[in-house]
């Protein structure tokens, strides 16, 4: 009779212990929600009083030009330089690849295609930008370097084109380093340092052709200010 009066009180205990821990569990359930609750709560306010995040660099007002600092004469003069630059050197670049006989001249010519692409586009928009008026056409010489190119074919074109081509960048690269040097105005600054890296990759271009001669190298050497 004993036994079976322990037996009979052991399933009351465990019940009353499942119970306990039903309740125990409950109220760590309901801390926890609580809890969680107050953090979110907490941290939608932190991030209401944060600046919002933007996708990229945030550029400048609409029709603020992010640039600063005057424009020189000299400035104005080399933003047209590169603008006509462009308009004789892009049709050169077009002409080697049907006109050239070396497979050097038509990779130079491909260069000055892809260098003058950019530099036009940068000068066109600074132009825009610093409200200084640049040419639609090149000069009436560089046409006429333009017409030499047409006329020419197969070595003779090949000779003509780094010629006129090299001679071309050398006497422009003395420009551009004055215009670095002394410039005021940030889009001029980062013009003629793209410039200067476009110039001196189609130099080099040109002379892995091996067709630069002295006389050329001469011809610019003489426009240096002594």
Known sequence: MKSHARNAKQPAGRGRLLT??????????????????????????VSANLPAAHAGHAGPPSGQPANAGAVSALDKVFLTKVRQAGLWEMPAGRLAQTHASSESIKRAGMHLLEGHSTLDELAREDSEALNVPIPDQATAEQQGWVK??????????????????????????????????????SLIRRLATQTNNTVQDHMSVLEDTGLVTDATLDDVASTIPK
């Open 148 to 185: 030499q190119l047409k006329n020419a074919r197969g070595r003779e074109f090949d000779q003509l084109f780094v010629d006129l081509l090299r001679a071309s960048h050398g006497k422009i690269f003395i420009t551009i380093g004055e215009v670095r040097a002394a410039t005021k105005n």
């Open 20 to 45: 306990i821990t039903a309740a125990v569990l409950a109220v760590v359930a309901t801390a926890s929600v609580w809890l969680y609750q107050r953090d979110s709560a907490a941290g939608e306010s």
